[in-house]
C-alpha cells in the first residue's frame, strides 16, 4: 500500500481537480484507490456529487475521533472516498502528542485492501496537513506556473521539512512539483519552466496539466478526464502524469 498527499500552501492552484482526477485515472488501471479529504472545505466530495455530511459513510472526523465502524464511499469500481465537512476544523490546531491519529489507521486501511491512497490537504498550514504526511510515503506540490505561485512551492517544501524533521516520527519522500494550470502560449512561461527545473532538478515533474476548459468545467458536471474522447488534451496529460507517478512510487 503506497499513500501519496497532495501538499499545497495557497489556494487557487486546481488542487481538487488534480486531485480527483488522478484518483480516477489511477484506480481505472486496476488499483484499489482511496481519496482522503482533509480540506474542510470538503471540495473532493462537491466534486464527485457526494453528501459530505451523511451519517452513515465515514469521514474525516471520524478518523480523527476514532470511530471506524461506518461504510467507506464507493465511488466508482476500485475508487473510495472519506470526506471532510466542516467539523474537522476542531483538529485543525491540535499538536501531534502521543502519535499520529491518521497513523493509528494504517493497518485498518491495509485491512480493507486499498493499494493507493491520495489525501487531499488544506490550503494552509495546519495539523491537517502534518497529520496527512505521518502517514504518507511520499508527497507531492501542484502549482500553476506564475512568479507568485513559486512562494506557495517555497512555503509547501518549508513546511514539509519542518515536519518532518521535527514533528512527526516520519520520513515520506518528496516525489516533487507538478505544474497545473499550464498556458504555453504565455511568453513567460518557458523562461519560469527553465527557472523552476534549475532549481528543482529532477524534482519538477516532466509531465505538466495544462489550462483548458474542459478541465476547469468538469467539477460543474460531476465529469473526469476519464468521460472525456481518448484523444482528449487533458486525459492523454493526466495519463501521463499518473504513469510518471507510478514509475515514482513503484506501483
Same mark, same amino acid.
Given at each position: 500500500?503506497?499513500?501519496?498527499?497532495?501538499?499545497?500552501?495557497?489556494?487557487?492552484?486546481?488542487?481538487?481537480?488534480?486531485?480527483?482526477?488522478?484518483?480516477?485515472?489511477?484506480?481505472?488501471?486496476?488499483?484499489?484507490?482511496?481519496?482522503?479529504?482533509?480540506?474542510? *472545505?470538503?471540495?473532493?466530495?462537491?466534486?464527485?456529487?457526494?453528501?459530505?455530511?451523511?451519517?452513515?459513510?465515514?469521514?474525516?472526523?471520524?478518523?480523527?475521533?476514532?470511530?471506524?465502524?461506518?461504510?467507506?464511499?464507493?465511488?466508482?469500481?476500485?475508487?473510495?472516498?472519506?470526506?471532510?465537512?466542516?467539523?474537522?476544523?476542531?483538529?485543525?490546531?491540535?499538536?501531534?502528542?502521543?502519535?499520529?491519529?491518521?497513523?493509528?489507521?494504517?493497518?485498518?486501511?491495509?485491512?480493507?485492501?486499498?493499494?493507493?491512497?491520495?489525501?487531499?490537504?488544506?490550503?494552509?498550514?495546519?495539523?491537517?496537513?502534518?497529520?496527512?504526511?505521518?502517514?504518507?510515503?511520499?508527497?507531492?506540490?501542484?502549482?500553476?506556473?506564475?512568479?507568485?505561485?513559486?512562494?506557495?512551492?517555497? *512555503?509547501?517544501?518549508?513546511?514539509?521539512?519542518?515536519?518532518?524533521?521535527?514533528?512527526?516520527?516520519?520520513?515520506?519522500?518528496?516525489?516533487?512539483?507538478?505544474?497545473? *494550470?499550464?498556458?504555453? $502560449? $504565455?511568453?513567460?512561461?518557458?523562461?519560469?519552466?527553465?527557472?523552476? $527545473?534549475?532549481?528543482?532538478?529532477?524534482?519538477?515533474?516532466?509531465?505538466?496539466?495544462?489550462?483548458?476548459?474542459?478541465?476547469?468545467?468538469?467539477?460543474?458536471?460531476?465529469?473526469?478526464?476519464?468521460?472525456?474522447?481518448?484523444?482528449?488534451?487533458?486525459?492523454?496529460?493526466?495519463?501521463?502524469?499518473?504513469?510518471?507517478?507510478?514509475?515514482?512510487?513503484?506501483?
Amino acid at each position: 500500500m503506497k499513500v501519496l498527499t497532495i501538499l499545497c500552501q495557497k489556494g487557487g492552484v486546481g488542487k481538487t481537480t488534480f486531485v480527483v482526477n488522478l484518483g480516477k485515472l489511477l484506480s481505472h488501471k486496476g488499483h484499489k484507490t482511496l481519496l482522503i479529504d482533509t480540506d474542510p *472545505q470538503g471540495n473532493v466530495s462537491t466534486y464527485l456529487n457526494f453528501d459530505k455530511n451523511s451519517k452513515e459513510a465515514l469521514n474525516t472526523t471520524d478518523l480523527f475521533e476514532n470511530r471506524l465502524d461506518k461504510e467507506i464511499m464507493k465511488v466508482s469500481e476500485s475508487l473510495y472516498l472519506i470526506p471532510s465537512n466542516k467539523s474537522i476544523t476542531k483538529h485543525s490546531n491540535e499538536k501531534i502528542i502521543g502519535g499520529s491519529k491518521l497513523m493509528k489507521h494504517k493497518n485498518f486501511f491495509r485491512e480493507k485492501g486499498f493499494d493507493l491512497i491520495l489525501i487531499d490537504t488544506p490550503p494552509t498550514i495546519s495539523s491537517l496537513t502534518q497529520e496527512s504526511l505521518t502517514i504518507s510515503d511520499y508527497y507531492l506540490i501542484p502549482s500553476k506556473p506564475e512568479f507568485l505561485a513559486v512562494e506557495g512551492v517555497s *512555503q509547501a517544501m518549508d513546511f514539509a521539512k519542518e515536519t518532518i524533521n521535527n514533528v512527526i516520527k516520519a520520513d515520506p519522500i518528496f516525489l516533487g512539483v507538478v505544474l497545473n *494550470q499550464v498556458d504555453t $502560449r $504565455r511568453s513567460s512561461f518557458q523562461s519560469f519552466e527553465n527557472e523552476l $527545473r534549475f532549481l528543482l532538478a529532477d524534482k519538477l515533474f516532466n509531465s505538466k496539466i495544462s489550462q483548458l476548459t474542459e478541465i476547469a468545467d468538469s467539477p460543474f458536471y460531476a465529469k473526469t478526464v476519464l468521460d472525456f474522447n481518448e484523444n482528449s488534451k487533458a486525459k492523454l496529460e493526466f495519463i501521463e502524469l499518473s504513469e510518471e507517478i507510478f514509475e515514482k512510487v513503484g506501483l
